[in-house]
């Protein structure tokens, strides 16, 4: 099993978690998985400063994103970025 996001293989003991997108499932590691909350969370918290710092993070660590992780991410972030309150500049 790898990661849909990094690409990383799953190591012995090591738990991935599943995440249901449409009719298909996919297996985020540990690290991917926490920056997705973060993001969430962020947003939760209209953080905007921690928002731009984990999603660009979060973008660095998909070197192998499958295709059904970029189609899921694009939604998520749609998502999210709705509930967002862009400062006025
Ligand atoms: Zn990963």
Partial sequence: MVCDC???KKKLFESFAAVKYKQTQ???CVDCNDLAYKVR???NEQNNDNYEKHLKEWQQ???KPSDIF??????????LEKSLKKEES
């Fill in 61 to 63: 660590r998909a070197k």
């Fill in 41 to 43: 969370d962020d947003v």
């Fill in 26 to 28: 996919m297996n985020f």
């Fill in 70 to 79: 970029l189609a899921w991410q694009q939604e998520f972030l749609a998502q």
């Fill in 6 to 8: 990094c690409g990383r």
